[in-house]
């Protein structure tokens, strides 16, 4: 079947479309009649003739890894609920996409909601789940509507309910749960306590893995928009095909959200590890702006460290490790933390030598601190401080040793907190000052350095 898209959203040549195939469609509306139309619930209907060891052994075939920024085996999650389980089972959807550069779920959500449905309907039946949520930042206040239409209508049909399709005991009802618009409660344990109606603070694990202690001390699995989907194309091509796209323990197809400095910055879904940065930045992407070079890109969210124009990595190959330099880097989830990075959630911020890096770390540093939580002190205090010594540095009012004191506090907070939120906001910190030490020292004034400072007075004097 051939497919129009809207003119100048037509895919670009290298793009696999699985999950946005129907993104800009020209023919095509979120309704059920058009979703029906075009197949859709069909692998619905094949799921429930399977066991459901089947369908969760399918998905651990296609090595799918969640696309919500972990990077975590999807079958191998769903696999961590006991098999003798008394508890209800719960299946949590989220979409509180949150990270800053990343876009792509929000395009799910409004233009193919079904998708969604009915990979979450695969997925609670492989579980055991009866209930499930669609955790939907409230930020997102028309794709909420869009989902609660679409519930309707699949429940309408006969897709949701009870004993779906006709299979005796196969009961599920969606629900879309609206937050309050924390970047925290992207984390799965505080989007779990959001959930339940208490202030976001992320769970310690162990011993609060959600698939043990979750959604009200119930097993419970929490999986992102994009990998639910996915779901329905593994099992319309089989487990064993879906894992031919893509590399080894990087398979399938991810949606890469382009952002900053390139000529047509926007969504591109890619075989994983197909294409290299430069590929991306040149070739998807229609290369950087007139006149500008390449300063430095983060791969994966705002959270993924930096990496630097001009550096080279060793990446192993085989049996050999290669040098590579920024723009030969393959984008899979094992080549990124081998450069000391990661994948994360898909968002590819692009930047060139016109961008002040000093002005990114202060924009990257004010988002984190007013995101904490506050539940860890090194996290509640350290973000923002973070904040405040990078805004006297972009200000010109901070002295060489800020720049110590900055890489101190990040320091700090790596790797001593509750979640990962504390890493989140201490690794851009990190990796820009490990690369870019001289140009924010460019900024401070050697005259400042020998101005005493307390521990007592520094908070003020930090606002100024």
């Not at 100048?8 to 095509?28: Q, S, V």
């Not at 079904?114 to 309907?121: N, P, S, V, W």
């Not at 409230?138 to 049909?157: G, L, S, V, Y």
Request: with cysteine; net charge negative; charged share 25%.
């Amino acid at each position: 079947m051939s497919i129009h898209y809207k003119p100048g959203k037509e895919p670009h040549p290298r793009e696999h479309r699985l999950i946005f195939k129907n993104i800009d469609r020209a023919d095509w509306d979120n309704g059920i009649d058009c979703y029906l139309r075009d197949g859709g619930y069909a692998m619905l209907q094949k799921a429930i003739g399977m066991e459901k060891a089947a369908i969760t052994g399918e998905v651990k075939a296609s090595g799918l890894r969640g696309r919500g920024g972990a990077g975590f085996p999807t079958g191998v999650k769903w696999g961590f609920i006991s098999p003798t389980n008394t508890k209800p089972v719960y299946l949590i959807c989220n979409a509180d996409e949150s990270e800053p550069g990343t876009f792509k779920d929000r395009y799910i959500l409004h233009q193919d909601p079904h998708q969604l449905i009915e990979g979450m309907a695969i997925a609670a039946l492989a579980v055991g789940a009866k209930v499930a949520y669609i955790y939907i930042r409230e930020e997102f206040p028309h794709a909420a509507t869009i989902c609660e239409k679409a519930i309707e209508e699949a429940r309408q049909r006969g897709f949701l309910g009870k004993n779906i399709l006709g299979k005796e005991g196969f009961d599920l009802e969606i629900f879309v749960h609206r937050g309050a618009g924390a970047y925290i409660c992207g984390e799965e344990t505080g989007l779990i306590e959001s959930l339940e109606g208490k202030r976001p603070y992320p769970r310690i694990k162990p011993p609060y893995f959600p698939a043990a202690l979750g959604l009200y001390m119930c097993p419970t699995i929490v999986n992102n928009v994009e990998s639910l989907c996915h779901v329905v194309h593994i099992l319309r091509m089989g487990g064993a095909e879906y894992a031919k796209l893509g590399k080894p323990n990087n398979t399938g197809t991810r949606i890469l959200c382009v952002s900053g400095d390139v000529q047509k910055p926007g969504y591109y879904e890619i075989q994983v590890g197909h294409l290299t940065m430069g590929e991306v930045i040149n070739d998807l992407c229609g290369g950087l702006k007139p006149g500008r070079t390449l300063k430095a890109i983060i791969p994966g969210g705002s959270s993924s460290k930096i990496l630097k124009a001009g550096e080279t990595y060793k990446i192993k190959r085989g049996a050999e490790v290669v040098e590579m330099g920024l723009e030969e880097l393959p984008m899979d989830f094992d080549t990124m933390a081998a450069a000391g990075t990661m994948a994360g959630s898909g968002g590819v911020i692009i930047m060139d030598d016109s961008r002040d890096i000093a002005w990114v770390l202060n924009n990257l540093n004010t988002f984190y601190a007013h995101e904490s939580c506050g539940q860890c002190t090194p996290c509640r205090e350290g973000s923002l401080w973070m904040k405040k010594i990078s805004d006297r540095i972009v200000a010109g009012h901070a002295s060489p040793e800020d720049v110590t004191t900055l890489e101190s506090v990040a320091y700090q907070i790596d790797g001593k907190t509750i979640c990962a939120f504390g890493e989140a906001c201490s690794w851009p910190t990190e990796a820009i000052i490990s690369k870019f030490r001289d140009e924010l020292t460019s900024h401070t004034r050697p005259e400042l350095a020998d101005t005493p400072k307390n521990p007592v007075t520094e908070r003020a004097m930090a606002s100024l």
